[in-house]
């Protein structure tokens, strides 16, 4: 099976930064990763897919990206919003996985 | 707008069994395939489960493989989980989810069925 190791855990910025979390496939997943936020009490909420690909609605400040089996997921100008827990999961093949999440809090 | 509402949630025993439900609408239900994900209490997400379209493919997580049972009628548009053999560490909010359409399924594993929409949630405590 498929696992997917995400980093860092947890990060503290402020408002207007840039922010960078990480998700390392343990082998080839091509494009099927996908990259959700979920608040507490909410349903999670799929921002983008096919490593790169912006839901519809999604603000540009998020984007993805990828080398080799390593995917990135960058927030440009953080906003109070954006405060969440972000999780990566690759789809390439069932059984899916996610990574074990980012908590992205207040500085 | 696509909607998915999970039911069936509640108190168990340990041992004992419940069945979840997941009821969707807003979209043409028997093209998707559709997944079930928990979060425990504190803990990340987790994906547990999913079935094909026509139901003659699902693949499991370990660690409700064997116990849990995914299934789906696509004559009223429901996703059931039949969960069996409940532990302590069952205790979660489950979620349905829905694949996306661009996916596929075969000899009981699903390609790029990445989860494109969520329910809100249902919880399940499993304690004596």
């Known amino acids: 099976d498929i696992q997917v190791t995400q980093s860092p855990a947890s990060l503290s910025a402020s408002v207007g930064d840039r922010v960078t979390i990480t998700c390392r496939a343990s082998?080839?997943?091509?494009?099927?990763l996908s990259w959700y936020q979920h608040k507490p009490g909410r349903a999670p909420k799929v921002l983008i897919y096919a490593t790169s690909t912006l839901q519809d609605g999604v603000p540009s400040r998020f984007g993805g990206s990828r080398s080799g089996t390593e995917y990135n997921f960058t927030i440009t100008n953080l906003q109070p919003e954006d405060f969440a827990t972000y999780y990566c999961q690759q789809s390439y093949s069932s059984p899916l996985t996610f990574g074990g999440g980012t908590k992205v809090e207040i500085k | 707008q696509v909607l998915l509402v999970e039911s069936g949630g509640g108190v168990v025993q340990p041992g004992r069994s419940l069945r979840l439900s997941c009821a969707a609408s807003?979209?043409?239900?028997?093209?998707?395939?559709m997944h079930w994900v928990r979060q425990a209490p504190g803990k990340g997400l987790e994906w547990l489960a999913v079935i094909s379209p026509d139901g003659n493919n699902k693949d499991y997580a370990d660690s409700v493989k064997g116990r849990f049972t995914i299934s789906r009628d696509n004559s009223k548009s429901t996703l059931d989980l039949q969960m069996d053999s409940l532990r302590a560490d069952d205790t979660a909010v489950y979620f349905c989810a829905r694949g996306d359409i661009g996916g596929y399924c075969t000899n009981g594993r699903c390609y790029g069925v990445w989860v494109d929409n969520w329910g809100q949630g249902t919880l399940v405590t499993v304690s004596s």
């Open positions: 807003g979209f043409v239900f028997s093209s998707y395939a």
């Open positions: 082998q080839s997943i091509s494009r099927y």
